[in-house]
């Protein structure tokens, strides 16, 4: 199984990007998907979260700008980021909670996508 992302880049702040992460190889189902971010010198961080069902959470610091979805018949996730500020700067990654086997469940990560916020 692997994750791969998509749609980082360069942007200035009160932009906006789309990042996406597709889920491929052989596998059952998938749980939960999310986006985590880290940040230079800085913790791995929680974005926001879409479970099977498509409930969703959000860090507090992202809420009413950021927008995560999920795409089940592509296995895909998605992040709708808007009104960009120099502090969401940091490496996205998506994960992904997979059913493997009949009572067999994985974490798997992207590989990573740079986001940067600047003027």
């Known amino acids: 199984v692997q994750l791969q992302a998509s749609g980082g880049g360069l942007v200035q702040p009160g932009g906006s990007l789309l990042l996406s992460c597709t889920a491929s190889?052989?596998?059952?189902?998938?749980?939960?998907m999310a986006w985590y971010r880290q940040a230079p010198g800085k913790q791995r961080e929680l974005v926001a979260l879409a479970t099977s069902g498509s409930s969703t959470s959000y860090a507090d610091s992202v809420k009413g700008r950021f927008t995560i979805s999920r795409d089940n018949a592509k296995n895909t996730v998605y992040l709708q980021m808007n009104s960009l500020k120099p502090e969401d700067t940091a490496v996205y990654y998506c994960?992904?909670?997979?059913?493997?086997?009949?009572?067999?469940?994985?974490?798997?990560w992207g590989q990573g996508t740079l986001v940067t916020v600047s003027s």
């Open positions: 190889g052989s596998f059952i189902s998938i749980n939960t």
């Open positions: 994960h992904a909670n997979i059913r493997v086997g009949v009572s067999r469940w994985y974490d798997y």
